[in-house]
């Protein structure tokens, strides 16, 4: 496994390394511009790349044993200070890897989880880090044959989630048997509050999308959520959830979620599948997308697949085009997914009201028109009225007499109350 440093201090220098098997799925070069910003949000400096054609990796080294050497010259060359592979690298890879290059050798899914555990705020992201975490040492540690010591993450000291592994398998399986307690309570007190949104029938609706897409960026121009948004990766891995009044009388409730990213690893989708999640609860679906990124097509693709790997690709989505503020390529990609495709800024606001009557648009398709007439005495019942789209009220002198739109779950809830007969 790979010996883990302290490097704060200063910055890693890296190469980054792929195997190029021609997968129409991923292109090398497209995944080492990804991988370097990967890099790039850990705090590494890339100094280099190499990519090596073969029909798959090898299976003992990743690379060809002639590559190897030539990898071996570019780290002297470069006074590179490790290499960071595209892909995650078995312990027999990295081991083997290291005796040959005398070097920091690291892979894909240990960079993520380190940029994961920096960013880490709450104790459920901390709680899923570490669980990730745990995960990926247990699959590396045998056939280490060296001290289990871990004192920190692929790029540097640091994280919630990064303990001392001077310990066994045993300890370690323990340790993620208590973690899974925690984020099985803490996903019991989101499905309470999940609860009381679907009670509320309030439409919920899931921004997702790849990370870095604009995300927090446009939660914050919808809500004024005050969401951390930065010009990284996985800025944000915390769910944040905000409801907005509409002009309209309509009440939204807007929710975030992770960012999206190929290859992300099994054991991060597995530890975030709870976060990840509320896309599965919402009613409708924000796709958003970075317009102005070069790999814009792939990364749509890339979101479809997660959506679809979370059982939700299903609902009614709604593509927005963010950062039109800079240069786009059009035309813009086509969605056959999208019921609509929307330009957005979100950091100008410019198209975020043509979003929310959108939104608005298909929200109706969920609800109905009913009549009701409310007793005087009856007083308690009018929140769950006015939860709703009201289109009209009068008071009468047996009551108070509303049209609302109202889903089927809040007409069941006044079902006694709703006027069949002519008004």
């Known amino acids: ?212 897409a604009g995300k927090s960026t446009l939660m914050n121009s919808l809500t004024g959520a005050g969401v951390l948004a930065q010009d990284k990766l996985f800025a944000t891995l915390d769910t944040t959830t905000r409801r907005i009044d509409t002009q309209s009388g309509v009440s939204l409730i807007f929710t975030d979620t992770v960012g999206f990213i190929q290859k992300l690893p099994h054991g991060l989708i597995k530890a975030f599948r709870a976060t990840l999640e509320e896309a599965a609860y919402a009613e409708i679906l924000v796709h958003v997308v970075d317009a102005s990124n070069p790999a814009r097509q792939e990364q749509m693709r890339v979101v479809y697949n997660t959506l679809k790997e979370l059982n939700c690709d299903d609902k009614p989505i709604i593509t927005v085009f963010n950062k039109t503020d800079m240069p786009v390529e059009m035309p813009l990609p086509a969605d056959k997914k999208a019921r609509y495709r929307l330009p957005v800024s979100a950091k100008t606001g410019k198209g975020t009201d043509k979003l929310i009557d959108a939104v608005l648009e298909i929200s109706k398709e969920f609800k109905k028109s009913i009549k009701i007439l409310i007793p005087y005495d009856k007083g308690g019942m009018l929140g769950i009225v006015h939860s709703c789209e009201i289109l009209s009220s009068e008071s009468r002198e047996d009551g108070y007499y509303f049209e609302i739109m109202a889903d089927t779950q809040t007409a069941n809830r006044l079902k006694a109350y709703e006027l069949k007969a002519p008004v």
């Open 1 to 212: 496994m790979a010996e883990l440093y302290d490097t704060q201090s200063e910055s890693e220098r890296v190469i980054l390394v792929a195997v190029d098997t021609e997968n129409p799925d991923f292109e090398a070069e497209a995944c080492l511009d990804e991988l370097q910003e990967l890099a790039r949000t850990a705090g590494a400096v890339t100094v280099g790349r190499l990519i090596q054609k073969r029909e798959g990796v090898h299976r003992a080294h990743y690379l060809g044993k002639g590559k190897l050497e030539e990898l071996k010259a570019y780290i002297d060359m470069q006074n590179a200070t490790g290499i960071i592979c595209d892909d995650e690298l078995t312990p027999a890879q990295i081991r083997n890897m290291q005796d040959i290059l005398k070097t920091k050798v690291m892979d894909r899914t240990l960079l993520i989880l380190d940029i994961f555990a920096s960013g880490a705020s709450t104790a459920e992201a901390k709680a899923q880090v570490e669980l990730a975490q745990l995960r990926y040492s247990l699959t590396h540690l045998t056939g280490q044959g060296r001290s289990l010591s871990r004192q920190g993450g692929g790029i540097g000291t640091r994280g919630p989630g990064e303990k001392k592994l001077e310990t066994d398998r045993r300890i370690i399986s323990d340790r993620i048997a208590e973690l899974n307690r925690e984020l099985k309570d803490i996903e019991r007190r989101r499905e309470i509050i999940r609860d009381k949104r679907l009670k509320s029938s309030i439409p919920v609706v899931a921004l997702v999308g790849y990370t870095n």
